[in-house]
């Protein structure tokens, strides 16, 4: 494999020469720019990101932290972003951290000692920890999937309130009253709590309900949770007519429940699940679900880093993309 040396030495002109066509070719005559340009094809030199990282400052290189890299949601928002930085010619790096802080912070010093030139955080709360450690990085930070309302780093998301508020409000004017909620975890702010909380405003605020509690019950957002809370709900509650679930996952286990017991969705009770991934199309009736833009937010991410790279003033510091009701076949009309 040649190298820069080889390419100076063929060209005539100095090593530095060499790194200002390939970094900054303004700044070389065009008769020695074609020389070097025709000496890199004919040796076939391709440079080393890291060794022209040195004098460019860059990488071209951007670090992804996600907490599932298995989940189809997870899966849609990288695609975005992987695209979105092909045409910007930035290589992705995908980091799991399978949810573990710890796991998190030695993958974010792995990034900074790999030089990247910027993180994109998805779908995890900003501790204190994390924030320090970002700093120590000096990179550009946006979060995807997730924010924060105590450091000001930029981020892309649903408004996750809203949505779920707009989810009931959607079972409402089907004619729904007896609704129920299988809701992600409380300590999740990202997701879990916000989801929750726009369940129980649209309760108060369309249905007169003003105690949720026994309408409620708690899952993680994977299909055996949704099967289990599923049970757990229809055992205290079997008069509800509607589930809202904080999750397809969660939706899709609630429906394989009331399968095995014989309830059929939507004809005795509807089913509306949450994000629209791939599954939402594959179950059997295909499922009325909240859809976030995941692969959007995934390009949308990737832009407002490439601004920050190049330090370009944002409109907004957090971006709220918008979410719609998809309406298959999982939800009855009482009206």
């Given amino acids: 494999m040649a190298t820069i040396r080889e390419v100076a030495r063929a060209s005539g002109v100095s090593i530095s020469t060499v790194s200002r066509v390939m970094n900054a070719p303004d700044r070389v005559s065009p008769e020695k720019r074609m020389r070097v340009e025709r000496a890199i094809k004919e040796l076939g030199y391709t440079p080393n990101a ?12 951007v670090g992804v932290l996600m907490p599932d890299i298995s989940n189809p949601y997870a899966a849609e928002v990288v695609k975005g972003i992987e695209d979105a930085g092909h045409a910007l010619g930035i290589h992705v790096i995908l980091c799991n951290t399978d949810s573990s802080a710890e796991r998190t912070l030695r993958n974010l010093s792995v990034l900074r000692q790999k030089q990247v030139d ?28 997730t924010e924060s309302l105590v450091y000001d780093i930029p981020s892309v998301k649903i408004d996750d309130e809203q949505a779920s508020y707009d989810a009931v409000q959607y079972l409402a004017r089907k004619g729904h009253v007896n609704i129920g909620m299988i809701s992600g975890p409380i300590g999740d702010t990202i997701a879990g709590l916000p989801r929750y909380k726009g369940f129980r405003r649209a309760c108060r605020e369309i249905l007169g309900i003003e105690d949720t509690a026994s309408r409620v019950e708690f899952a993680t957002f994977h299909f055996h949770s949704g099967y289990e809370a599923m049970s757990r709900l229809y055992e205290k509650q079997p008069r509800l007519t509607a589930v809202f679930c904080a999750s397809d996952e969660i939706a899709l286990g609630a429906m394989s429940l009331l399968h095995d017991l014989g309830i059929a969705v939507p004809d005795d009770i509807s089913i509306v699940g949450f994000d629209n991934t791939k599954i939402a199309r594959m179950s059997i009736p295909k499922l009325t679900t909240v859809a976030q833009p995941m692969y959007e937010m995934g390009k949308a991410g990737m832009e407002v880093l490439r601004r920050l790279r ?22 009855k009309s009482l009206m």
């Avoid at 890291?50 to 290189?61: F, H, M, P, V, Y």
């Fill in 118 to 145: 910027g993180i994109i955080f998805m779908s995890k709360a900003i501790t204190e920890e994390f924030y320090q450690a970002f700093q120590t990085m000096n990179v550009p930070i946006v979060l995807v999937a």
């Fill in 310 to 331: 190049e330090e370009e003033p944002l409109d907004q510091l957090r971006i709220y993309m918008k979410h719609v009701i998809v309406e298959r076949e999982s939800v």
């Fill in 50 to 61: 890291l060794a022209r990282g040195l004098i460019s400052k860059q990488t071209d290189t």
